[in-house]
């Protein structure tokens, strides 16, 4: 057997074509009548699917129980993988979740244009796509099943609806009642079960023309009605429409709504003959689904007349037919310039009147940010190139600061600021603070720098620094800076300068992070930490207890050792009126550990652990000589100690042999600064 054959039987195996037929399912009218009976789902609107869809995938529980938020697990992109997952934007989901519910229940907002409003890059085509794509999937499956319908031909052919009408709408308005009774007669089902809208003109007139020939005998029309699965798709057109304005020259409102086809007027005779009408406009083709309109407060005005129908009424008008019933999602998105516009203009009030706006603002969580990144760049490898610790962090950490409005508390700086929204605890704020702070600031994240930027500047540093095995932070924040230069969207060099001032901030936020590395690395020396450790719990004991302590070299008995326990409580800022208070905290915690017969263990007291790293760290500098580094002499016995503090950075920290040494020698530099400073 060929290699290629093989590969065939494998996808042969792999073939589900029950799943096939299934999808694929047609029947007659009174066989899809009994479809229905069972699941009167069947016959609810575009606006109850995409509620229904989003639903599907369930909820969890996000942020403090206090803010009481859900997040939609459909916008993970469980599906792909997370390659469209929207981070962030919890509360801007939310909003849109609920337009959608309400419009399910039909309360009103199915009679709108959701219009997704944000700055550039903010995932606004990234929603837009992601429901498209659920669409996709959710007609396929059992409960998202959607059918439409289509004549029998005498030559056995089937002549299909062009706009995928419900096969229901054939049921004469006088037995709509009934049967949508019949329907919901022992089922329980969300939704009213209404049937709405007639079918499109050319179904219409097929309809006529055959009940005038059996008589108006209704039953023996719709026995010549075959009605089949429908299968959403936006590449095959059928349920999902997308709109862009182009070139006004180029472009007229016949692309929403269809146009008549020339070459069959001669055939039929008239352009008023729906068989010489080509049904294929977004909006045709988006019935029973959704249209996405790109840019779409760039359309012109003559295109506003059928979008404002389709919304409102929920009826589009075809050239010369009359108005066409058509049941879609409408989605627009647009960016804040052109929104302002729209503000301004007194023709576009309708359109106003007509629009949900919902803002989708740049994520202001530093964490989620970094998600955006870690899509992209999400192993810390990059086609060989090794991404060195807190790259990707940092360059999140500047583009959120880009977007926050400086906090009206008095002393709290735009980090601070960025490190409580990010969930950090800091001195004098909780987090009802932090609430009132976003409420304060409601035009955050609508304006700032782009992923888009900071994920194309990422490229070009793995570009420009291609010799380099590792990418670290300071090559980005050089492509991030350089590149505001020539940024198309920031007009003003006063906005830049602040963008320049927030790299710096940035920097010296990369300096404390890596400093602090480099000391818990150098004080990794687990024997060291325990020896310090057991030292300062035995002075303490002793100094809670008013006891002395054995020395254990001269095995007289000594008072406690003061100075030892100031030089590791100082590391975490306890001030010495706190030192009591502390120290009994630690002892009444190793006291509570012993009840349970349980050992004390400092890894589990995350600011003693700090504290003691600290103290060791300043203990063994001067030993390891760490400076040596900078003036590039160094002994054998520096040079062993200096790789072994290497090696923890490569185990515990991630970095690479390259990153790693990169690091020592600019926390080497600082502490050179530092001690030349002293001197002087």
Same mark, same amino acid.
């Given at each position: ?90 509360? /801007? +989901? ?99 079960? @209404? ?16 009940? @005038? ?16 699965? +429908? ?16 070139? @006004? ?54 295109? +506003? ?96 600061? /880009? ?26 704020? /909780? ?85 602090? @590395? ?35 070299? /001269? ?126």
């Amino acid at each position: 057997m060929s290699a290629g054959r093989a590969i065939l039987d494998q996808i042969a195996e792999d073939q589900k074509l029950d799943q096939y037929q299934q999808e694929h399912w047609t029947g007659s009218f009174d066989e899809y009548l009994d479809l229905v009976k069972q699941n009167p789902g069947y016959t609810r609107t575009a606006y109850q699917r995409m509620y229904d869809m989003i639903m599907s995938y369930g909820t969890y529980s996000v942020g403090s129980t206090k803010e009481g938020l859900i997040r939609y697990r459909f916008f993970d992109d469980p599906d792909n993988d997370g390659k469209d997952a929207i981070f962030g934007l919890t509360k /801007t +989901l939310i909003e849109f979740v609920n337009v959608l519910k309400s419009a399910a229940l039909k309360y009103g907002t199915e009679r709108r244009v959701i219009l997704l409003h944000g700055p550039v890059g903010s995932s606004k085509s990234t929603i837009a796509r992601l429901l498209k794509r659920g669409l996709e999937r959710y007609s396929r499956a059992d409960e998202g099943a959607i059918y439409t319908f289509g004549w029998k031909e005498d030559d056995g052919s089937i002549q299909w609806d062009p706009m995928h009408s419900d096969p229901l709408q054939l049921v004469p308005f006088k037995h709509r009642t009934a049967v949508c009774e019949w329907i919901a007669d022992g089922v329980e089902h969300e939704y009213d079960i @209404e049937i709405k809208g007639e079918v499109c003109p050319l179904s219409r007139y097929v309809f006529n023309e055959r009940l @005038e020939k059996s008589g108006g005998d209704w039953t023996k029309v719709v026995d010549q009605i075959v009605v089949k699965r +429908l299968l959403l798709s936006e590449q095959d057109r059928i349920g999902i429409g997308t709109f862009q304005p182009k070139d @006004e020259k180029n472009q007229d409102s016949t692309e929403l709504t269809g146009d008549i086809n020339f070459r069959k007027i001669a055939e039929y005779g008239s352009e008023s003959d729906p068989r010489a009408f080509n049904f294929d406009g977004e909006f045709n083709v988006a019935n029973r689904g959704m249209i996405e309109f790109i840019e779409v407060l760039k359309l012109d005005v003559a295109f +506003l007349y059928d979008l404002l129908g389709a919304s409102q009424e929920h009826k589009i008008k075809p050239k010369k037919f009359a108005q066409t019933d058509i049941d879609t999602v409408i989605v627009g998105h647009t960016n804040e310039p052109e929104y302002k516009k729209l503000q301004s203009n007194e023709f576009m009030e309708a359109l106003r009147d007509r629009t949900i706006k919902i803002d989708v603002p740049y994520v202001t969580t530093l964490t989620e940010e970094v998600k955006i990144y870690e899509k992209d760049y999400n192993t810390r490898r990059v086609r060989g190139k090794h991404i060195a610790p807190h790259t990707l962090e940092i360059a999140a950490m500047w583009a959120v600061l /880009t977007r926050l409005e400086q906090p009206n508390h008095a002393g709290l700086t735009l980090l601070q600021k960025l490190k409580l929204y990010n969930g950090k605890s800091l001195p004098g704020f /909780t987090s009802d603070n932090v609430v009132q702070l976003r409420r304060e600031a409601r035009h955050e994240g609508l304006e700032g720098i782009s992923p888009r930027y900071v994920q194309d500047k990422i490229s070009n540093a793995l570009v420009v620094n291609s010799d380099a095995t590792s990418l670290n932070p300071f090559m980005v924040l050089k492509e991030m800076e350089d590149g505001l230069k020539h940024h198309s969207l920031i007009h003003s060099e006063e906005l830049k300068e602040h963008y320049r001032q927030l790299i710096n901030a940035v920097k010296e936020e990369y300096t404390d992070i890596v400093k602090n @590395e480099v000391q818990r690395a150098i004080a990794a020396d687990e024997e060291a930490l325990e020896r310090l450790c057991a030292n300062y719990i035995d002075n303490v004991k002793a100094y809670t207890q008013r006891e002395k302590v054995k020395n254990k070299f /001269t095995g007289e008995e000594e008072q406690p050792d003061e100075r030892l326990m100031r030089s590791i409580e100082e590391r975490i800022d306890i001030p010495d009126t706190r030192k009591d208070d502390f120290r009994r905290e630690i002892m009444n915690y190793i006291g509570a550990l012993s009840l349970d017969g349980k050992k004390f263990d400092y890894r589990t007291n995350e600011r003693l652990q700090k504290a003691l790293e600290m103290k060791l760290f300043e203990d063994q500098k001067d030993t390891i000589k760490l400076t040596s580094l900078v003036s590039n002499t160094m002994d054998q016995a520096t040079q062993e100690k200096i790789d072994i503090v290497k090696s923890r950075l490569i185990r515990d920290f991630g970095y690479n042999d390259e990153s790693a040494t990169d690091v020592l020698q600019y926390v080497a530099s600082i502490f050179a600064r530092g001690d030349a400073k002293e001197r002087s």
